[in-house]
């Protein structure tokens, strides 16, 4: 094998770059990390997203200026941020780190050759700049709910979101940096999960201070893990448990409406830059209200055991004990996650002079009706059985 080509990628000595050298005298040309003082593709600086190149109608075909890095495109709001991104025709880079299938769903969002697929490490500082190099907008969506073996609270919410900024920032030429954090994010959150996303805010806007923060409420939607993971809890045991009695109250929020927020705020000029903004729905539901719509839709009879909350700790707290001492992994929580159950013990809504929705230009859609139908597909007869909520909502004797 040739010396200047190692890994696969090409070094600073291969012919390809000397070429390049020759006619354009820069540090580097945004092909890896190997150069000495990388300088990475994007040359692009500019105030908000606004002063880009834009051409064509603005569609999927148009060429919105944006080329955007979204780390954790693979989840759940990174499908619905990767389309709206894509649909105006923005370039998406897709860092993802399991199986080719984890982003196959994305690659169809955007015109040939838009959405690009990039195995990465995030413990990897060099693939991280590989992911960013020719990027100009930056999204970490990157979360989890719980601890793994692997990675803690700490290390997935806080430490990679400072690890992305600061690599944003060296970078030089990335405009907009977007953070997603959490409603209820707070150093003083009963949650460890809330804890680490408030540190992470705080240290995103230290090392990117041109950095917007999103802070969702918890997010409804087709592959939410709320709505989604009751009504197969009802399915499977015929009752639904109610942490606390259910009197929590939470704002949750339809995920396409988080997403064209995100966009909302890659589209202006700039005046979202530096600010944070808390992301809840139209309505305030008590944890139990929120049952009710999903029995609602799914066309069940309510039935729920209350469980208190330590007891509802106490089930909880064995994953949590065994997680680093055994050597296997242990199943992912769903209803009974300790840090969750902590988390549910306050309320979670929008407080009163944050920024929101309206700030960016959106009404928030209310869940009931079309944004909860896909619950349909757990009712007893299948989908098509009965009339769907929007059907009903749509007739006169609604
Ligand atoms: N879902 C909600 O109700 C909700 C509410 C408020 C705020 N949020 C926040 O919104 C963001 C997106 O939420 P979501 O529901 O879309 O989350 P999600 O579906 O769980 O997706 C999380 C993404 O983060 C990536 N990720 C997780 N752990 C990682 C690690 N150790 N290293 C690298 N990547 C990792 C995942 O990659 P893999 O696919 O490789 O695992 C995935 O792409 C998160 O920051 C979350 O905290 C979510």
Redesign the pocket.
């Known amino acids: 094998m040739q010396a200047w080509r190692r890994s696969g990628r090409l070094l600073d000595h291969s012919p390809a770059i000397a070429a390049l050298k020759s006619q354009w005298p820069i540090s580097s040309y945004g092909l890896g990390c190997e150069y000495e003082q990388c300088r990475y593709g994007s040359t692009l600086t500019a105030k908000g997203a606004g002063n880009l190149v834009r051409k064509g109608t603005g569609g999927r075909s148009s060429v919105s200026g944006i080329v955007a890095t979204v780390?954790?495109?693979?989840?759940?709001?990174?499908r619905y941020v990767v389309q709206q991104l894509a649909k105006m025709g923005s370039q998406v880079l897709v860092p993802?780190?399991?199986s080719e299938d984890?982003h196959r769903h994305l690659k169809l969002m955007g015109d040939l050759g838009q959405i690009v697929p990039m195995k990465y490490d995030?413990r990897d500082e060099n693939s991280i700049k590989a992911v960013m190099a020719k990027a100009n907008v930056v999204l970490?969506?990157?979360?989890?709910?719980y601890e793994?073996r692997?990675?803690s609270f700490e290390?997935?919410?806080h430490h990679?979101a400072e690890h992305l900024a600061v690599i944003a920032k060296e970078h030089g030429g990335i405009a907009r940096f977007i953070q997603?954090?959490?409603?209820g994010a707070s150093t003083s959150s009963p949650s460890k999960?809330l804890r680490a996303?408030a540190a992470a805010e705080e240290a995103v806007l230290r090392q990117f201070p041109e950095a917007t923060i999103m802070?969702?409420?918890?997010?409804?939607g087709t592959?939410?893990?709320?709505l989604n993971t009751w009504a197969h809890f009802v399915k499977n045991w015929n009752f639904l448990p109610l942490i606390g009695g259910g009197s929590t109250k939470i704002q949750p929020v339809y995920?396409i409406d988080?997403a064209a927020a995100i966009m909302s705020s890659l589209k202006d000029d700039g005046t979202s830059m530096g600010k944070t903004y808390e992301l809840g729905g139209p309505e305030i539901f008590t944890v139990h209200e929120l049952a009710e719509l999903m029995y609602d839709v799914i066309r069940e009879w309510p039935r729920y055991v209350n469980v208190p909350v330590p007891i509802a700790k106490a089930l909880a707290s064995p994953r949590e004990l065994l997680l680093k001492k055994v050597p296997f992994p242990l199943p992912n929580p769903s209803i009974f996650n300790l840090d969750q159950i902590k988390a549910l013990t306050v309320d979670t809504v929008v407080s009163e002079n944050s920024l929101t929705f309206s700030d960016l230009g959106i009404v928030p859609r209310k869940l009931k009706g079309y944004p909860v139908e896909y619950l349909i597909s757990y009712r007893q007869g299948g989908p098509a059985f009965g009339s769907t909520v929007s059907e009903k909502m749509h007739s006169s004797d609604f």
């Open positions: 780390f954790g495109a693979t989840g759940f709001l990174g993802f780190r399991g984890s995030p970490n969506l990157i979360g989890r709910e793994t692997n990675y290390e997935v919410n990679i997603v954090s959490c409603l999960m996303k802070k969702p409420a918890t997010m409804i592959e939410d893990r709320i995920v988080v």
